[in-house]
Structure formats: C-alpha cells, structure tokens
Nanobody, 117 residues
C-alpha cells in the first residue's frame, strides 16, 4: 500500500508564497505521474499541476507562471512552489500519484491553503 503525506499548507497574504511537499511511502510499481489537485468549497476538484516520470509538466491555465511543480524520483517526493498567491487559490490541496501503464491511483489527505489579508 502506498501512502502520500502532504505538508506545507497554511495562511498567507495575497502575493505571498508557499511550498507544498508530498512524500510517497510504500512500494510503488512502475512508472507513475505525480500531481497536485485542489478543491475549494462548493467546487469540483481540479488538477493544478502534474509531472511525469521524465519531468514533463502541465498546469491549469490559472496558475501558469506562478506555480512550479517538481519531483525527486529517488526520494519519491513531489513539491509545488506557489508564488504570487491570490485569494482564488484558496482551497484544500491534494497530492496524487497514478500509474502510467498499470492502473493504480493514490491520494494524500490534503493540506489547506488559505490566501487572505
């Protein structure tokens, strides 16, 4: 069983920065993609950013140029650097890990990010 543990959420003023981290533990089979999703109250969960095993990234348009996703395959970690945060970035952020060729998917417990003055 794979477990994902997130850290780094909190309260920040508009324009500020936060860095989220996700550590995967357990036996992970094969090649996988790691990503960050978020869900604000009353809204659907959305993909914020994802990074492939080879380092290819994709972002939702609203965070392009502000957020950067990275991963360390040796440590089984993924991070999300969030800069120029806006109130609309307020949400619970979830780490996700899914297999590229073998069907499996895991979620973290979520970490709250609140952007407010």
């Amino acid at each position: 069983q794979v477990q994902l543990v997130e850290s780094g959420g909190g309260l920040v003023q508009p324009g500020g920065s936060l860095r989220l981290s996700c550590k995967a533990s357990g036996s992970i089979y094969g090649i996988y993609t790691m990503g960050w999703y978020r869900q604000a109250p009353g809204k659907q969960r959305e993909l914020v950013a994802a990074i492939s095993n080879g380092g290819n990234t994709n972002y939702v348009d609203s965070v392009k140029g502000r957020f950067t996703i990275s991963r360390d395959n040796r440590k089984s970690t993924a991070s999300l650097q969030m800069n120029s945060l806006k109130p609309e970035d307020t949400a619970a952020y979830y780490c996700n890990l899914r297999g590229d060729y073998v069907k499996y998917e895991y979620w973290g417990q979520g970490t709250q990010v609140t952007v407010s003055s």
